[in-house]
């Protein structure tokens, strides 16, 4: 039986079950909401890391250390990829296969659906993988300390450059996490210590127009991920203090949507974004959650995801 908890204090109806198809829907931006969001933990998949869909988005596709799972909704799992490695994030390419970081390996992987394997390219130590609206694989590399960039892999050739540069900010910053605005003019970067939100304006071809800004503070401690949603809101999960917000597109609005204990283990190790298919949502967040055995906790937020296609109005 699946188990249902709350993320803070109150409780607010649950959204309609049914999930929007994209295609031919609408979605009002003016009816987001910042009630406490009911938390539901699922029966099937497993991820403590990060996770991801198959192209058919009825498979969800977690890392659940040393191994790469997949299962549908209600299960059952299933060992994609077993004894892949230590890991974090994982995406899927347009082509269907996923791509991984390995960190004992330092290198960027191919993962196909049958679970077969590639490097895309050494050297890479990245807690993020994203790929971005133009196919190509983006990472951060630096801890603190250290000169930190967001840099731009080619999934085929293995190609690299650097897209970033956090040291060109002011103040400069340590990128851990990353995610684009709707209508790819604007990548969002969230960070380690400092809890900070950082904005780039990026030309036709994703490139850079100006250094990066600071868009935001006081967003939690520590992103574990970024993810934007259709209107246009940053959701940054920090693992400082067990929290998701919601950051307005100008950063002018702080929320925390969703709040935890350590010792409840339902934090979510970043941001992930149903389907609408084989059960999932488009309208909620599939959370992996690392100190609660691996399991994966569906939190139904009722907006969907950035590259959703349906009409969305009211957008801020």
Do not use: K
Request: negative net charge; contains cysteine; proline residues 7%.
């Amino acid at each position: 039986m699946s188990l249902v908890m709350m993320f803070s204090l109150g409780c607010r109806p649950s959204p309609d079950t049914t999930a929007p198809s994209g295609d031919g829907e609408s979605f009002d931006c003016a009816t987001i909401r910042d009630d406490p969001v009911e938390v539901t933990v699922l029966d099937g998949p497993r991820a403590g890391r990060g996770l991801t869909f198959s192209a058919a988005g009825d498979l969800l596709v977690g890392v659940s250390e040393p191994s790469i799972t997949q299962s549908a909704y209600s299960g059952p799992m299933e060992l994609l990829q077993p004894g892949f490695g230590s890991m974090e994030q994982i995406d899927r390419l347009d082509d269907g296969d996923y791509v991984v970081a390995n960190f004992d390996e330092n290198s960027l992987y191919r993962i196909t659906p049958e679970g077969g394997t590639a490097v895309i390219s050494g050297d890479v130590s990245t807690y993020v993988v994203r790929v971005g609206p133009d196919g190509m694989v983006y990472t951060t590399s630096g801890e603190s300390g250290l000169s930190s960039v967001v840099e731009r892999i080619d999934p085929s050739s293995g190609a690299r450059e650097v897209v970033v540069r956090a040291g060109d900010a002011d103040p400069p910053f340590q990128a851990r996490v990353l995610d684009f605005s709707p209508d790819a003019s604007r990548m969002y970067m969230g960070t380690y210590t400092e809890g900070s939100i950082y904005v780039v304006e990026l030309d036709d071809r994703l490139d850079p127009v100006g250094p990066p800004e600071l868009l935001a503070e006081s967003v939690g401690q520590w992103h574990d991920g970024l993810g934007v949603d259709a209107c246009g809101y940053l959701w940054v999960a920090s693992y400082g203090d067990q929290s998701t917000y919601r950051v307005s597109p100008d950063g002018s609005e702080v929320v925390a949507i969703l709040q935890s204990e350590e010792s409840e283990g339902m934090f979510g190790h970043g941001v992930y974004w149903g389907t609408g298919a084989g059960s999932f949502r488009h309208d909620a967040l599939y959370l992996p959650q690392p100190l609660n055995n691996d399991t994966v906790g569906e939190a139904l937020i009722g907006v969907p995801y950035r590259t959703w296609t349906g009409e969305v109005f009211n957008a801020p």
